[in-house]
T-cell receptor, first 113, second 114 residues
Framework: AQSVTQLGSHVSVSEGALVLLRCNYSSSVPPYLFWYVQYPNQGLQLLLK??????LVKGINGFEAEFKKSETSFHLTKPSAHMSDAAEYFC???????????FGTGTRLLVSP | GAVVSQHPSWVICKSGTSVKIECRSL??????MFWYRQFPKQSLMLMATSNEGSKATYEQGVEKDKFLINHASLTLSTLTVTSAHPEDSSFYICSAQLNTGELFFGEGSRLTVL
């Protein structure tokens, strides 16, 4: 079975500061890992995904994440936060390309001027 | 990327009525679609897996007779909330799966039951 744990239900940063959203996974097989962003009253948009290729994954809007097997982590980072980055972020895992996706509890990113 | 559309985006209904939510893959065919439920400020919980031409597979604890799912074509899955009650009020999101396994999500449908 697969699961993800997102540390911190809320993360606050100033505009221009580094963004770090934490995600640790548990999987009995090599995982597929994802980060999604959700704006209020909207669906989910894929930021990036790890599917056993390069461990450093670059996504949209300047986000990237690094798969670290030894730490079972897949933390999301962005060098400089923008006001428009304020949203809910979900880490998700599945055991293969066709298994169901399991979501973390989400982290709300707050960006202050 | 592929587009998945949900309709309606918002729906308000009276207690005891039934509500149908549609999920369409606009530019690809999806043999598998998924339905999720999201309570305020919480994560997405998978309700069921919808397979074209066959019965949906429901997650544990989800009432099959309450949440009827029909996947009649490769581009359309519907979720019908039958005899809705206020506790069914929630944000419902669907996703459609490409033949590569990649998922694309709809915009979500907010149901409010009075």
């Amino acid at each position: 079975a697969q699961s993800v744990t997102q540390l911190g239900s809320h993360v606050s940063v100033s505009e221009g500061a580094l963004v770090l959203l934490r995600c640790n996974y548990s999987s009995s097989v090599p995982p597929y890992l994802f980060w999604y962003v959700q704006y209020p009253n909207q669906g989910l948009q894929l930021l990036l995904k790890y599917t056993s290729a390069a461990t450093l994954v670059k996504g949209i809007n300047g986000f990237e994440a690094e798969f670290k097997k030894s730490e079972t982590s897949f933390h999301l980072t962005k060098p400089s936060a923008h006001m428009s980055d304020a949203a809910e972020y979900f880490c998700a895992v599945k055991g293969s390309g066709f298994q169901k996706l399991v979501f973390g509890t989400g982290t709300r990113l707050l960006v202050s001027p | 990327g592929a587009v998945v559309s949900q309709h309606p985006s918002w729906v308000i209904c009276k207690s005891g009525t039934s509500v149908k939510i549609e999920c369409r893959s606009l530019d690809f065919q999806a043999t598998t679609m998924f339905w999720y439920r999201q309570f305020p400020k919480q994560s997405l919980m998978l309700m069921a897996t919808s397979n074209e031409g066959s019965k949906a597979t429901y997650e544990q604890g989800v009432e099959k007779d309450k949440f009827l799912i029909n996947h009649a074509s490769l581009t359309l899955s519907t979720l019908t909330v039958t005899s809705a009650h206020p506790e069914d009020s929630s944000f419902y999101i669907c996703s459609a799966q490409l033949n590569t396994g990649e998922l694309f999500f709809g915009e979500g449908s907010r149901l409010t039951v009075l």
